[in-house]
């Protein structure tokens, strides 16, 4: 690759000569500033000066639960929203509020508001040529409300549903006066937008209640009307009367049913009893019976009787078998009964039997009515709707009526806001401030001539320094350059002239201490002096540096080892622009150093992009701690533009006797490289890496 020369000087800016120049001229500064400061005085001193004050509004209802008409709290929420809020500080601002604040205080006749004074040469101008209107065409009405539109500030606190009412005039009455005008004028119309509104309800409502009266009595007739022609007999419960007896004589059938099913029960358990000849004294009906009981007693005495006598009597004794006689015709009696009583018992049964298909016919003449009253009743409810609307409109307008009324005779209209803070007379006028503009001058007019005498410091060409020239020339045709000539930016800074002999670890160690952004190596004996910097560069990656190696030799034999020899792409495929930097920066196989190979592209090819080479310095310089660039067997001249301000030169040497070292110290020296590390790979042994490092 080509070396460079320089070829041009240019000029550098000396930060501390430039800003010493302010200690040179602190008088004329100071000067300056107290000038500033005198015109603030004056500016002061014959300003008029402005007197501001205030007063607020809360935008509230001010009905309380006493005073509505259904004395509840139901309105007991928030007047407004904020968009209302808002919109109540353009209605203070209306053209007839400010006309009712300047007639209330006679404004027109106040010098502040009504004279006309002397416009400037500039006004002039504008008026003659019609940029501005003149004022002196405007009516004194229209010239005192724009007076006091321009002086007057309204506006609403937020979050909240306060509103400031701010005025500014040169005198401090004016400035109470007329935003307490302001807030009582708004006030005041408030209360008679609502009063009316009140009007407007009460000769709205008047013929609305007329009418509406007419209507529900034409309502109400109607749904007695068609009550009385169709025969709708309403009962109990506010239903139809044929409604109603259907559904008593179905409950009367349910409990018919059910007496008959009982009956029927008894009259079976009692046939039963009879036909089988079982007792009779486990059957309810039969025990019931009087004439039964009485039969019973009479039985179970003539058991006890037949008992007592067969003591001393046999058993065919006349006495015995009269009295086994008569308990057979009482056996025969109680039998004889209680088929009397199942006959009886059958005849409840058929009495029931008839009484049930009696409601069973009853029911079905209901239903047949109870239909055609469903059917009139759609129309009767029909009509009982639209006469139940009527009357609650109807009571509901006279309700509001007698409301707007009232309110109406006894003057009663709360306005939705009050002034809760009226303004007051300042005592001290808000402009101008005397402090601040005084401050305002002195600062501002020492940083005007300070600026001012770094310009002038700037433009006379005392405070710049020459140096070397950023123009980049190739020393020599492309055609005929070695593959190991370089380029970088501007030269380094010399030193005592001395050259040290340092091992791997001290070189690695400098670097860290002196925080160098760049490490040039010259290896004059070739290839094997090149592993200088590449141990190097591993010892300061150890640290923790952030370390870049960039491999300039012509073989590319400094990357090797970092790169287990593979072909990777490097610096020239970035100079050819067929790759870009993140695919030439590679990862060292066995530190945390990163690594950018010579690369796959032909030198010559690499060469027509060799002024691209001191800005990828610099790029590289930005993004790493340490960048050591191995340069090879190269000439001293042709690193020159390899050098930056904060670079270190090291010589990297085997035998330090060797002739081609001695002569390249030699040609650095000559060059003006004067502070040489001469750095030897000699007796250094690597530590085995622990682990392998994929490339990054």
């Not at 018919?256 to 099913?261: I, M, T």
């Not at 305002?440 to 007019?445: E, K, N, S």
Request: glycine share 6%; aromatic share 4%; with cysteine.
């Amino acid at each position: 690759m080509p070396g460079f020369h320089n070829s041009a000087d240019y000029a550098d800016i000396d930060l501390g000569r430039l800003f010493a120049s302010l200690a040179r001229h602190w008088f004329r500064i100071l000067v300056g500033a107290l000038v500033a400061v005198a015109l603030a005085f004056a500016f002061i001193w014959t300003a008029t000066p402005l007197y501001r004050a205030e007063t607020r509004l809360l935008i509230e209802s001010r009905e309380s639960v006493f005073t509505r008409p259904d004395a509840s709290a139901e309105n007991e929420r928030p007047l407004l929203d904020e968009e209302g809020v808002t919109s109540q500080v353009q209605v203070i601002l209306s053209a007839e509020n400010l006309r009712n604040v300047a007639q209330k205080l006679n404004l027109a006749s106040d010098a502040e508001f009504g004279a006309l004074d002397e416009p400037g040469k500039v006004k002039q101008f504008l008026i003659l040529t019609g940029l501005v209107n003149d004022p002196a065409q405007m009516p004194l009405e229209d010239r005192v409300l724009k007076k006091l539109h321009d002086n007057l500030s309204v506006y609403r606190i937020e979050k909240s549903r306060v509103i400031v009412i701010e005025f500014s005039s040169r005198s401090p009455r004016m400035a109470s006066a007329i935003p307490n005008a302001l807030a009582e004028v708004y006030v005041a119309a408030s209360r008679a937008a609502k009063q009316d509104t009140n009007v407007d309800a009460t000769d709205w409502l008047a013929p609305e209640i007329a009418d509406l009266t007419e209507r529900v009595r034409e309502a109400e007739a109607k749904v007695a009307e068609f009550r009385a022609k169709s025969g709708l007999i309403v009962g109990a419960g506010n239903t139809v009367l044929a409604t109603q007896q259907l559904s008593e004589l179905s409950s009367e059938l349910s409990r018919v049913k059910a007496s008959r099913a009982i009956a029927e029960a008894n009259v079976e358990s009692v046939r039963r009893a009879l036909d089988g000849g079982a007792t009779l004294d486990t059957l309810p009906d039969i025990v019931s019976s009087p004439l039964i009981q009485s039969l019973r007693d009479r039985l179970a005495q003539t058991r006890a009787q037949i008992a007592d006598v067969s003591i001393t009597l046999l058993p065919n004794h006349p006495r015995v078998r009269a009295l086994n006689a008569q308990l057979d015709n009482l056996e025969r009696q109680i039998r004889a009964e209680a088929n009397n009583v199942l006959k009886g018992l059958n005849a409840t049964v058929e009495t029931e039997r008839a009484r049930e298909q009696q409601i069973v016919a009853d029911l079905n003449r209901l239903k047949a009515e109870s239909g055609r009253a469903g059917e009139q009743e759609v129309d009767l409810r029909a009509l009982e709707r639209e006469a139940a609307a009527q009357r609650d409109l109807l009571q509901s307008y006279m309700t509001r009526y007698r409301e707007a009324s009232s309110r109406q005779d006894r003057n009663y209209v709360p306005a939705d806001a009050r002034i809760f803070s009226r303004a007051t007379e300042p005592a001290e006028p808000y402009y101008p401030r005397k402090l601040p503009i005084v401050g305002a001058a002195f600062g501002g007019g020492l940083l005007l001539m300070s600026i001012l005498t770094l310009l002038g410091e700037l433009f006379s060409g005392r405070a710049t320094v020459q140096s070397v020239g950023a123009r980049l020339e190739p020393a020599y045709d492309i055609e005929d350059a070695p593959s190991d000539v370089v380029a970088a930016p501007p030269a380094q800074k010399a030193v005592s002239a001395q050259t040290r002999d340092m091992g791997i670890a001290s070189a690695a160690r400098l670097l860290i201490e002196r925080g160098a952004g760049r490490a040039l190596f010259v290896s004059p004996e070739g290839n094997d002096a090149a592993a200088s910097s590449v141990l190097v560069a591993r010892e300061v990656a150890d640290a923790g540096i952030r370390v870049l190696l960039l491999d300039l030799t012509a073989d590319g034999v400094a990357a090797l080892p970092m790169t287990d020899g593979n072909a990777l792409p490097g610096i020239t495929n970035l100079l050819a622009s067929t790759a870009q930097f993140t695919d030439i920066i590679h990862a060292d196989l066995f530190s945390d150093a990163h690594v950018i190979p010579a690369g796959t592209v032909d030198p010559e090819i690499a060469m027509r992009g060799i002024e691209r080479l001191p800005m990828i310095l610099d790029a590289l310089d930005s993004a790493y701690s340490v960048v050591v660039v191995e340069c090879g067997a190269v000439r001293a001249e042709s690193i020159r533009r390899l050098v930056g301000e904060d670079s270190a030169l090291f010589l990297s040497v085997i035998d330090r006797n060797d002739n081609d070292v001695a002569h390249t110290r030699q040609a650095l020296e000559a060059e003006g490289y004067t502070n040489i590390q001469m750095v030897t790979p000699v007796g250094h042994i690597a530590p085995p890496p622990a682990t392998d490092r994929s490339a990054a």
